[in-house]
Nanobody
Framework: VQLVESGGGLAQTGGSLKLSCVTSGLHFRDATIAWFRQAPGKEREGVSCVSAPDLTEYYAASVKGRFFISKDYGEETSWLQMNNLKPEDAAVYYC??????????????????WGKGTLVTVPS
């Protein structure tokens, strides 16, 4: 199984970025896809997830209303649209997959598959 993130980069405060997570080898329809982030010196935190099989979306309070997750079965890809970015959103963003449904963003210890991450920079 591979998860490959892309779309990170430099954004100004108030700007937008769209992250992509292309998967391979995953039973995509059976997997909850989550996005995590980790800033320097901080723990990895869950940002959002879209649960299998009902596609229920969950968001951390810090990003609700600004970030939007999506999942496409045909492309076996997930996206994280990030709007109105703030300096505190700067981090390495990771795509993650867990088989089965989830009622809420999973803890990082529950994750089965990880991508290598993509860096998002938002200068203060």
């Amino acid at each position: 199984v591979q998860l490959v993130e892309s779309g990170g980069g430099l954004a100004q405060t108030g700007g937008s970025l769209k992250l992509s997570c292309v998967t391979s080898g995953l039973h995509f329809r059976d997997a909850t896809i989550a996005w995590f982030r980790q800033a320097p010196g901080k723990e990895r935190e869950g940002v959002s997830c879209v649960s299998a099989p009902d596609l229920t979306e969950y968001y951390a309070a810090s990003v609700k209303g600004r970030f939007f997750i999506s999942k496409d079965y045909g492309e076996e890809t997930s996206w994280l649209q990030m709007n109105n970015l703030k300096p505190e959103d700067a981090a390495v963003y990771y795509c993650a997959a867990i088989y089965g449904s989830r009622r809420g963003i999973p803890h990082s210890s529950e994750v089965t598959f990880w991508g290598k991450g993509t860096l998002v920079t938002v200068p203060s």
